[in-house]
T-cell receptor
């Protein structure tokens, strides 16, 4: 089945540690996105990529980094500079131009601080 | 920056009653999307509206896009327990991406 796979499902971070969240898609979509969801909140855009080797900052990029070396992969690193990383992280992809096509979401990664 | 307000935040209904959630944008939108997120799940795309005044139906769900393309609504007729979840609108005002509303949590009492 085509879809988006995020791993791990749960992740714990220690103080001063960088952690990387994985996102892989086999939908052959050009655009990929990372969102953060906090309780009772909508989704906020962290980074997005419309093509391999190119990505753009979203509304809350500080403390995060991404790479897009392959079309199917868009990993997100939560750095130690992100002081409040506890949240639900959602990866999505879409065909065609960014933000004007339906977004398909993975099951998410829940990140907590130890 | 662009803001998308969504109301109500929570809605309790009896099974069989109707439900409506509303979105209002601070700027004119080029398109608006609606998503449903079940408890513990991920958002699932429902529909996209692009044209001024557009109305689209999916079985018991009716989606509207305002004439000024600054507001939208989702109406569910005769709710069922399977409708439980959080409904999000997401509007695109420019090249900067989709702005999601905070969602309306639909709680259904049997």
């Amino acid at each position: 089945d085509g879809g988006i796979t995020q791993s791990p499902k749960y992740l714990f971070r220690k103080e001063g540690q960088n952690v990387t969240l994985s996102c892989e898609q086999n939908l052959n979509h050009d655009a990929m996105y990372w969102y953060r969801q906090d309780p009772g909140q909508g989704l906020r855009l962290i980074y997005y990529s419309q093509i391999v080797n190119d990505f753009q900052k979203g509304d809350i990029a500080e403390g995060y980094s991404v790479s897009r070396e392959k079309k199917e992969s868009f990993p997100l690193t939560v750095t130690s500079a992100q002081k409040n990383p506890t949240a639900f992280y959602l990866c999505a992809s879409s065909s065609g131009g960014a933000f004007n096509q339906p977004q398909h979401f993975g099951d998410g990664t829940r990140l907590s601080i130890l | 920056g662009q803001q998308v307000m969504q109301i109500p935040q929570y809605q309790h209904v009896q099974e069989g009653e109707d439900f409506t959630t509303y979105c209002n944008s601070s700027t004119t939108l080029s398109n608006i999307q609606w998503y449903k997120q079940r408890p513990g799940g991920h958002p699932v795309f429902l529909i996209q509206l692009v044209k001024s005044g557009e109305v689209k139906k999916q079985k018991r769900l009716t989606f509207q896009f305002g004439e000024a393309k600054k507001n939208s609504s989702l109406h569910i007729t005769a709710t069922q327990t399977t409708d439980v979840g959080t409904y999000f609108c997401a509007g695109r005002g420019g090249a900067d991406g989709l702005t999601f509303g905070k969602g309306t949590h639909l709680i259904i009492q049997p």
